[in-house]
């Protein structure tokens, strides 16, 4: 890992720390948006060594109607015990899976 580069987070999608932070970006989310979302799955990650952690995540969460995709970016300094979103957005409808 290169500090300031970019890097992709091999098995995001069953890493413990990663869907910590999925769930705690949703969660923050709906607080500061007075929303209901459900963390549903992580989709990827990637981190970026800053003054601690960057973590670019993508993820399902479902509202009472959809499911959608949404990006988040959140900052991770343990040493300060401080997380912060700094970034949530919709992306896009999730993919409605085949019952087949």
Request: net charge positive; aromatic share 8%.
């Amino acid at each position: 890992m290169s500090l300031g580069g970019i890097t992709v987070v091999e098995g995001s999608e069953n890493n413990v720390k990663i869907k910590e932070l999925a769930h705690f970006a949703v969660e923050d989310h709906n607080k500061k948006e007075h929303a209901s979302l459900k963390f549903v799955k992580v989709i990827s990650a990637k981190e970026q060594v800053v003054e601690g952690m960057a973590y670019y995540i993508t993820l399902e969460a479902k509202d009472h109607k959809s499911k959608n995709i949404y990006e988040t970016k959140i900052w991770d300094r343990p040493w300060l015990k401080l997380k912060e979103v700094l970034e949530f957005k919709f992306v896009g409808h999730a993919p409605i899976a085949s019952t087949s």
